[in-house]
């Protein structure tokens, strides 16, 4: 059985770094070729991708948010870690890890397994 | 920017059949797939590429792309289909990943 789970802090200030974990069970990062991201969906409004890691330690970021958002594994520990400098109260939100997926081999992924997300408050 | 648009809603009576549709000029050179979203959960996979269904999804639900224009068609529509429903597509034109909107699907 695949899960994900996501931890971190529920309130972080403004300016604060935060650190994100998801914590992964249920396949391997090198049989099954892992790649993940962490998506994020703000009260009330749509979900928006933020980053992804790949098995081999590739990554790619969301454009605008590049400069503030590093994303590494730890596959001793199954697990993936977002940080995200200078934090802003536009950035409260619920913060998603999920398996990405391409049964075919397309290149057009998509995301088969999702945490349950964990509801992050940005204080002023 | 690459932009995915959806209708910000839909109502449909229960038994009928609901039409989420999702645009974009060049979404008929990629995958499109959709996520439905109940309130307080996470999204969870209904159909990828197109028009393939995960398991364990029920067959009422079914996805279509002609032109610019994906869709998601859940026939025979139950109150336990009310939700948020978001496209996604993966590009290189800009971000990797790009969602639409989502649309809520009200069932009257």
């Known amino acids: 059985q695949v899960t994900l789970k996501e931890s971190g802090p529920a309130l972080v200030k403004a300016t604060q770094t935060l650190t994100l974990t998801c914590t992964f069970s249920g396949f391997s990062v090198y049989t099954s070729k892992l790649r993940l991201s962490w998506i994020r969906q703000p009260p009330g409004k749509a979900l928006e991708w933020l980053a992804r890691?790949?098995?081999?330690?590739?990554?790619f970021y969301r454009t605008s948010l590049k400069t503030r958002l590093t994303i590494s594994k730890d596959t001793s520990k199954n697990q993936v870690v977002l940080t995200m400098t200078n934090m802003d109260p536009m950035d409260t939100g619920t913060y998603y890890c999920?398996?990405?997926?391409?049964?075919?081999?397309?290149?057009?992924?998509?995301?088969?397994?999702w945490g349950q997300g964990t509801l992050v408050t940005v204080s002023s | 920017s690459y932009v995915l648009t959806q209708p910000p809603s839909v109502s449909v009576a229960p038994g009928k059949t609901a039409r989420i549709t999702c645009g974009e000029t060049?979404?008929?050179?990629?995958?499109v797939h959709w996520y439905q979203q109940k309130p307080g959960q996470a999204p969870i996979l209904v159909m990828y590429y197109d028009s393939d269904r995960p398991s364990g999804i029920p067959d009422r639900f079914s996805g279509s792309k002609s032109g610019n224009t994906a869709t998601l068609t859940i026939s025979r529509v139950e109150a336990g289909d009310e939700a948020d429903y978001y496209c996604q597509v993966w590009n290189t034109y800009f971000d990797p990943v790009v969602f639409g909107g989502g649309t809520k699907l009200t069932v009257l």
């Open positions: 060049n979404i008929g050179s990629t995958s």
């Open positions: 890691i790949d098995w081999d330690d590739e990554k």
């Open positions: 999920a398996r990405i997926a391409d049964e075919y081999g397309s290149g057009w992924f998509y995301f088969d397994e």
